[in-house]
């Protein structure tokens, strides 16, 4: 339940002073690193429902296709210790209404916003990234390439070196945007595919997307969530998180997206210390919307204190 006295703080009003909080990711330029995982903001488009969206670095909407989907059966979500499960399928309206819709209210904002795609085939994903680029509102692509709750688009992607590899490839050919491959957080493929999707000519990596997960009602005996399979998102996904953006930094040059269980500003740092150049606040925004501008005012204040100038000093500083 929403805490209503959390959307009574006041954030402080940024100063022409202080650290530097402006980080270059894949070419994209943030006033500061902080964005939101697609598909846990701004339900509908009401982006500044709680705060201005212009507030973060980048915005990234919910994932989009190439056609109409009505996502997964109802029950979609469950909470659970430390987290949300669910399984929400990427609804999805066709390309026709999110033109006429969902493409003008993202045009009008003064901020990068890096657009969130996903297919079922090559075919699909690369018409899909083609036709946002000709949009030409997008500051980059982000490829979902390891939905963990869908029975169909993104899982070969996320979990085979060789396709990701193809079709990192081929969307190089029709976009000279920035291409972001969101991976799936699997230890044993992690790696391989990441390496891949650099090879490829992919600009940078976002992880972790939410495990795979599933939750039994212990009276009827059986998974809770109408898909069966859903995911794990939240807090207690995070060590998990830091690991693997840790892990990645150490093995591939493309700088990274960190995600997963991000709550604060502590979180910010570990997983900008791990090697993450920008981070993206998920399933915390179901249960504070401030959590984003209050992490970013504790962050300037926290940089003040330890005489840190430039926020970028704090990427990778756990490997030294």
């Given amino acids: 339940m929403l805490d209503n006295t959390l959307l009574t703080r006041e954030i402080a009003v940024p100063t022409l002073s202080g650290p530097n909080m402006a980080v270059e990711i894949a070419g994209i330029k943030m006033k500061n690193p ?3 995982g697609s598909g846990t903001y701004g339900h509908h488009g009401n982006f500044n429902q709680f705060y201005s969206v212009e507030s973060m670095g980048a915005l990234v909407p919910k994932t989009i296709r190439n056609y109409q989907w009505p996502g997964n059966p109802a029950p979609r979500v469950h909470e659970v210790v430390a987290g949300l499960h669910s399984s929400v399928g990427i609804p ?19 901020l990068p916003v890096i657009q969130s795609v996903i297919g ?12 946002c680029s000709d949009l030409g509102i997008f500051a980059g692509l982000e490829l979902n390439l390891s939905c ?16 990701a590899e193809r079709l990192i490839k081929r969307a190089r050919r029709v976009t000279n945007l920035p291409i972001i491959a969101k991976l799936a957080p699997d230890y044993s493929s992690l790696l391989g595919v990441a390496k891949a999707v650099e ?11 939410a495990p795979r997960a599933m939750c039994i009602d212990y009276k009827t005996r059986r998974p809770i969530i ?25 093995a591939v040059k493309i700088p990274l997206f960190g995600m997963g269980g991000i709550s604060d500003y502590r979180d910010v740092i570990e997983f900008m210390a791990a090697g993450a150049r920008a981070v993206a606040f998920g399933t915390i925004n179901y249960v504070n919307p401030m959590a984003l501008p209050m992490a970013l005012d504790d962050l300037k204040r926290y940089l003040e204190e330890e005489n840190i100038d430039d926020i970028n000093d704090l990427v990778g500083s756990a490997h030294d």
């Fill in 34 to 36: 902080l964005t939101v």
């Fill in 92 to 110: 999805s309206n066709d390309w026709e209404t999110f033109i006429s819709k969902d493409a003008k209210i993202l045009q009008a904002f003064n």
């Fill in 120 to 131: 079922r085939t090559e075919d699909e994903y690369v018409e899909l990234v083609e036709k």
């Fill in 148 to 163: 963990p709750n869908l029975k169909q688009g993104g899982l070969d992607f996320g979990y085979d070196p060789i396709a």
């Fill in 199 to 209: 090879a490829a000519g992919a600009d940078a990596i976002s992880l972790v997307n």
């Fill in 226 to 250: 109408g898909n069966q399979i859903g995911a794990l998102s939240g807090a207690a996904i995070k060590p998990m998180a830091v690991y693997m953006v840790w892990q990645l930094y150490r």
